[in-house]
């Protein structure tokens, strides 16, 4: 059975509350809930969600050392500034999808921008939170 980790930065514990015209009404825990239900029996899912980058980064490190298969990330505005976390994932050498709940090419110009990109294997962007369930789908492929 695969180990795959979902991990959500800055803010996403507020899904649901914040800005639902964005983001939707659907909360962390509801979504950590459907991701078990539809994938629980062919994977080991780990959740993890901080508001600040060095846990996120210490995060990083200790699934690679747990020998993960992989990780889903939605690093949120942190994406946009982290060289720390875009330097965690790439020595962590763990196959990454970073994910975007909305498409952050039709937002402000300053989230065009991902600084941890290049160090994930895929980007999925705009398809609300189907993109977790996308980028499971795809680890699990690998």
């Known amino acids: 059975m695969k180990k795959i980790a979902i991990l959500n930065g800055p803010n996403l514990d507020r899904l649901g509350k914040r800005e639902p015209e964005i983001y939707g009404h659907t909360t962390l825990a509801d979504l950590e809930q459907a991701l078990r239900a539809e994938f629980g029996a062919v994977a080991q899912l780990e959740f993890f969600q901080s508001n600040h980058e060095g846990a996120l980064i210490d ?3 200790a699934l690679a050392d747990a020998k993960f298969d992989g990780l889903v990330l939605n690093a949120g ?27 952050i090419y039709k937002r402000e110009e300053f989230r065009h921008t991902s600084l941890t990109a290049p160090a994930c294997i895929a980007v999925i962007t705009g398809l609300g939170l189907e993109g977790y369930h996308a980028a499971i789908r795809f680890l699990l492929k690998r």
């Open 59 to 61: 995060k990083v490190a």
């Open 77 to 103: 505005a942190l994406t946009h500034t982290s060289v720390a976390l875009r330097d965690a994932l790439l020595g962590a050498h763990l196959p990454a999808v970073e994910v975007h709940i909305s498409n």
